[in-house]
């Protein structure tokens, strides 16, 4: 695989509260934790030591408890909050080192962000809430209308710009502030809590929207939540945090199912493995398989040799898949005197699915006949039966108790 671009490098990223807050950053270094410092010197720690990369493109989710650093994290990287050392660099950009003009160029040229709360203009339409962000960003007058309705369009607002804040419901309030954050066209969306004031059924609305726009427009977004299911539906990648510093770094499913130490453990014990998992990780080597210019006596040897009522026809050089052979069917053929089973095959009765699929919606695929995996060349990659989901979905669940 190729190594992903860095689109964010945070490193050893500090930010203390309170007076002369060097002094909590050496007491971090000299191993403190945060109780302690707290006690000792009222200062608070937000973020201690924290690094990772956020790469281009990707949704990284920043998850943690309430007062482990999520927020003030964020709002160090474009320098909402300064902070106390480390650096942040973007694009090659050392963020941390700009003055007040590279600072302000570069809040406008890649940073948008979403807040929690919507932060409307009452007296201001929707449109121009949009465009507010553009102005403030130094757009000319007769630029700034095209954008705003583009923006709007893009968050499914379209013809709501001459509405007040006032007609809106929570949701559609939160994709004005989408709309405006994106109106600037930013590389990267910063969104601290963005969908955590929304009612549940208007939650998953948005962030179904998001995915469908980020599978669009490719931003890089960095995404804060609490919520262990919406980091699971939204991540690509996973930061857990602790105290202010990072506990953990990985996928959903990495995280998941190695969680690095207790705290990450106890996020996770109530999540629902099947959301999680997919094709790929469940699937068993297609062993045996026929190939189309096998005859049918061959196909039954193979199936009687693995104890197999039925098997899997590929092409010999590609293994792209053909179908499903039932032992009856290779049988009747055998007596009849065929001598290749390609025409045999039944590619309708075989369910098949890609490589990430969901595991919960295979389950309801494996009823009698296994599943077959495929790649996007079509080529078989891996059978899935009833067992092996149950069974991997049961392994997981012994190391857990
Ligand atoms: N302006 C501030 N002054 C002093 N301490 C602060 C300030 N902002 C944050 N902190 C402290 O920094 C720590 C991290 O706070 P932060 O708001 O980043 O947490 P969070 O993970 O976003 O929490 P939540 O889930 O509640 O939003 C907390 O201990 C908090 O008290
Ligand atoms: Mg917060």
């Given at each position: 695989?190729?190594?992903?671009?860095?689109?964010?490098?945070?490193?050893?990223?500090?930010?203390?509260?309170?007076?002369?807050?060097?002094?909590?950053?050496?007491?971090?270094?000299?191993?403190?934790?945060?109780?302690?410092?707290?006690?000792?010197?009222?200062?608070?720690?937000?973020?201690?030591?924290?690094?990772?990369?956020?790469?281009?493109?990707?949704?990284?989710?920043?998850?943690?408890?309430?007062?482990?650093?999520?927020?003030?994290?964020?709002?160090?990287?474009?320098?909402?909050?300064?902070?106390?050392?480390?650096?942040?660099?973007?694009?090659?950009?050392?963020?941390?080192?700009?003055?007040?003009?590279?600072?302000?160029?570069?809040?406008?040229?890649?940073?948008?962000?979403?807040?929690?709360?919507?932060?409307?203009?009452?007296?201001?339409?929707?449109?121009?809430?949009?465009e507010f962000g553009l102005d403030i960003q130094g757009v000319p007058v007769e630029e700034r209308r095209p954008k705003a309705t583009e923006a709007l369009k893009q968050v499914g607002l379209d013809?709501?710009?001459?509405?007040?804040?006032?007609?809106?419901?929570?949701?559609?309030?939160?994709?004005?502030?989408?709309?405006?954050?994106?109106?600037?066209?930013?590389?990267?969306?910063?969104?601290?809590?963005?969908?955590?004031?929304?009612?549940?059924?208007?939650?998953?609305?948005?962030?179904?929207?998001?995915?469908?726009?980020?599978?669009?427009?490719?931003?890089?977004?960095?995404?804060?939540?609490?919520?262990?299911?919406?980091?699971?539906?939204?991540?690509?990648?996973?930061?857990?945090?602790?105290?202010?510093?990072?506990?953990?770094?990985?996928?959903?499913?990495?995280?998941?199912?190695?969680?690095?130490?207790?705290?990450?453990?106890?996020?996770v014990e109530n999540v629902d493995i099947t959301k999680v998992l997919v094709a790929s990780d469940v699937m068993k080597k297609p062993k045996p398989v026929a190939f189309v210019h096998d005859g049918?006596?061959?196909?039954?040897?193979?199936?009687?040799?693995?104890?197999?009522?039925?098997?899997?026809v590929v092409q010999s050089d590609n293994w792209k898949l053909v179908g499903h052979l039932t032992a009856e069917r290779a049988a009747e053929a055998a007596k009849a005197g065929e001598r290749w089973?390609?025409?045999?095959?039944?590619?309708?009765?075989?369910?098949?699915?890609?490589?990430?699929?969901?595991?919960?919606?295979?389950?309801?695929?494996?009823?009698?006949?296994?599943?077959?995996?495929?790649?996007?060349?079509?080529?078989?990659?891996?059978?899935?039966?009833?067992?092996?989901?149950?069974?991997?979905?049961?392994?997981?669940?012994?190391?857990?108790?």
């Amino acid at each position: 695989m190729d190594e992903p671009k860095v689109k964010i490098r945070i490193e050893g990223l500090y930010k203390v509260f309170g007076r002369a807050p060097h002094r909590g950053v050496e007491m971090l270094r000299a191993g403190k934790s945060k109780d302690e410092i707290l006690k000792k010197t009222k200062l608070a720690v937000g973020v201690a030591d924290a690094s990772f990369d956020v790469y281009d493109g990707e949704t990284l989710v920043v998850m943690g408890l309430s007062g482990s650093g999520k927020s003030t994290l964020v709002r160090c990287v474009n320098r909402l909050m300064e902070p106390t050392a480390g650096k942040i660099i973007v694009d090659d950009i050392d963020v941390t080192a700009l003055d007040e003009a590279g600072l302000r160029e570069i809040r406008r040229k890649k940073f948008g962000m979403v807040f929690q709360s919507f932060a409307l203009f009452p007296h201001k339409t929707v449109l121009e809430n949009v465009e507010f962000g553009l102005d403030i960003q130094g757009v000319p007058v007769e630029e700034r209308r095209p954008k705003a309705t583009e923006a709007l369009k893009q968050v499914g607002l379209d013809g709501w710009g001459d509405y007040y804040p006032q007609n809106l419901s929570g949701g559609m309030k939160q994709r004005v502030g989408l709309a405006r954050a994106l109106a600037v066209d930013p590389d990267v969306l910063l969104m601290d809590e963005a969908f955590s004031a929304l009612d549940p059924l208007i939650r998953t609305d948005m962030q179904d929207e998001l995915i469908a726009l980020e599978s669009r427009v490719k931003k890089t977004i960095l995404f804060i939540t609490h919520d262990l299911d919406e980091a699971l539906k939204m991540g690509d990648r996973i930061v857990l945090m602790r105290d202010g510093g990072v506990v953990q770094i990985g996928t959903p499913e990495e995280i998941l199912t190695h969680p690095a130490d207790e705290y990450v453990s106890r996020f996770v014990e109530n999540v629902d493995i099947t959301k999680v998992l997919v094709a790929s990780d469940v699937m068993k080597k297609p062993k045996p398989v026929a190939f189309v210019h096998d005859g049918p006596r061959t196909a039954l040897h193979k199936m009687k040799e693995a104890g197999l009522s039925g098997i899997f026809v590929v092409q010999s050089d590609n293994w792209k898949l053909v179908g499903h052979l039932t032992a009856e069917r290779a049988a009747e053929a055998a007596k009849a005197g065929e001598r290749w089973i390609e025409h045999l095959t039944t590619a309708e009765a075989c369910a098949t699915v890609p490589l990430d699929e969901p595991v919960r919606q295979i389950f309801s695929k494996v009823s009698g006949n296994p599943v077959a995996v495929i790649d996007s060349e079509g080529a078989l990659k891996g059978v899935i039966v009833r067992g092996t989901v149950i069974a991997a979905l049961s392994e997981r669940g012994e190391d857990n108790v």
